[in-house]
């Protein structure tokens, strides 16, 4: 079966760090670029960093760039958002996504708040 | 960024009856490939969001073929020949031409 587990999230204060986990199983992980796409609250969907097949490009939206980063660990088959700095308008849920959106997590909350 | 602009953003629908959703983005979605990168997301209550359609038109394994998308370039739809009750929740577009890859604004679809 293929799946996305996401683990990490969870309170934190404004300028606090968490870091996010998505084990894939149920298919070859280097074969797919993996993406982690954020909710908040009642709201839309925002598509926050990629990175490719290798690891070689990554992308992260504007809003998260110098705070947030993407990685991602073959033998464990496993992508990571790495979250420094955060502010109150990063509180969401978080997804992790894989084959450009065609495999998705389960989601995990993130609230950023004193 | 690339704007996606979802119309109508409030669908009720009886039924058994069809629906139709529109995309438009702000710039030309075809690639140096040639391809389109439009696709549309269904998010069912309190679920995470799951792809329907790639690449405009082609369907992902298990999506029921009343649903089809269609479109070029700039404008883009989402059509369901016969919603059904499980079709209940928000549909997303998405370009993934651009960097970034940017969504619309959501569409609710419930039963009338």
């Known amino acids: 079966e293929v799946q996305l587990v996401v683990s990490g999230g969870g309170l934190v204060q404004p300028g606090g760090s968490l870091r996010l986990s998505c084990a894939a199983s149920?298919?070859?992980?280097?074969?797919?670029?993996m993406s982690w796409i954020r909710q908040p609250p009642g709201k839309g969907l925002e598509w926050v960093a990629n990175i490719n097949q290798d690891g070689s490009e990554k992308y992260h939206v504007d809003s998260v760039k110098g705070r947030f980063t993407i990685s991602r660990d073959s033998a464990e088959s496993s992508v990571y958002l790495q979250m420094n700095s955060l502010r109150g308008e990063d509180t969401a849920v978080y997804y992790c996504?894989?084959?450009?959106?065609?495999?998705w997590g389960q989601g995990t909350m993130v609230t950023v708040s004193s | 960024d690339v704007v996606m602009t979802q119309s109508p953003l409030s669908l009720p629908v009886t039924l058994g009856q069809p629906a139709s959703i529109s995309c438009r983005s702000s710039?030309?979605?075809?690639?140096?490939?040639?391809?389109?990168?439009l696709d549309w997301f269904q998010q069912r209550p309190g679920q995470s969001p799951r792809r329907l359609i790639y690449r405009v038109s082609n369907r992902d394994s298990g999506v029921p073929d009343r649903f089809s998308g269609s479109g070029s370039g700039t404008d883009f739809t989402l059509r369901i020949s016969r919603v059904d009750a499980e079709d209940v929740g928000v549909y997303y577009c998405m370009q993934g031409t651009h960097w970034p890859h940017t969504f619309g604004q959501g569409t609710k679809l419930e039963i009338k």
């Open positions: 710039q030309s979605l075809v690639y140096s490939d040639g391809n389109s990168y």
């Open positions: 996504a894989g084959g450009g959106g065609g495999v």
């Open positions: 149920g298919f070859r992980f280097s074969d797919y670029s």
